[in-house]
């Protein structure tokens, strides 16, 4: 059962399937770094750690039902003569659910006042977490099957989830943080995940947006937000 611990290419499986689980992760620490902060302060810590568990768990579980998620795809009924499979459904209704939390979110952002959401009611805690698990279904599956594609071990696939999820749990309370701090991040991290969403549309159309396009433009333009954050706070500096 453990024969991998003593093979160099199971190693070498192991730390490539973590750095890929934690870099698919990182739309998933967004989404759950801004829903959370619309909670009240004493809340946002547990709904975090939360969140993240279900991520975990969810992974696990379809990790665990390998034969249903080799069913996902086959084909269910055909839309505009393209094969719609129970993959694809989950990856639409997926995507069409983050563009609608995103474009309401960005809404939000440029009605006037709404740096005082503080004095608005927040959302509830269980329905924040019912947004999570959601959005955590949808992100597993891509996360799942590249897992899948890359490794033949379940126990290998189990420890690279548990270890990018404990890196995640370590680094979610900074970016929240931050997202939180910089009105400017958290508009850009809703544009991400706007994006994402149209990702996950077209995907689910059997239309295939190379995946390394997609981060490149998200690392480029935060790099671009982040040096205009560097100037804007060196600037009050000099004055």
């Known amino acids: 059962m453990f024969e991998w611990i003593f093979s160099p290419e199971a190693w070498l499986t192991l730390i490539t399937l973590t750095a890929l689980e934690i ?5 998933n620490i967004i989404f759950i770094a801004i829903l959370v902060n619309k909670l009240p302060q004493h809340q946002r810590d547990r709904a975090r750690i939360f969140g993240l568990s279900l991520a975990m768990f969810s992974r696990i579980a379809l990790l665990a039902s390998l034969f249903w998620i080799m069913k996902l795809t086959e084909p269910l009924f055909s839309l505009l003569n393209i094969e719609i499979s129970g993959r694809d459904l989950i990856l639409i209704l ?3 659910f983050l563009l609608y939390k995103s474009a309401t979110e960005i809404y939000e952002q440029t009605q006037p006042h709404h740096e005082n959401q503080d004095s608005k009611p927040s959302k ?3 329905t924040t ?4 698990a959601i959005l955590d279904i949808v992100f597993s599956l891509d996360s799942v099957i ?3 594609g890359m490794a033949q071990d379940l126990e290998i696939m189990i420890i690279a989830i548990i270890i990018a999820v404990g890196v995640m749990l370590f680094a979610s309370k900074a970016i929240a943080q931050f997202v939180d701090t910089h009105p400017s991040i958290k508009t850009l991290a809703l544009a991400f995940l706007f994006m994402v969403g149209i990702v996950l ?9 190379p995946k390394a ?3 490149f433009a998200m690392g480029f333009s935060l790099a671009v937000e982040l040096l205009n954050i560097y100037i804007r706070k060196n600037s009050k500096l000099s004055s």
Do not use: N
């Open 23 to 27: 870099v698919l992760g990182i739309d």
């Open 146 to 148: 590249t897992a899948v």
């Open 129 to 132: 977490l019912v947004q999570i």
């Open 124 to 126: 509830g805690f269980m």
């Open 213 to 215: 396009y997609v981060y």
């Open 201 to 209: 549309i077209l995907s689910g159309f059997d239309i295939e947006v």
């Open 94 to 96: 997926g995507g069409a």
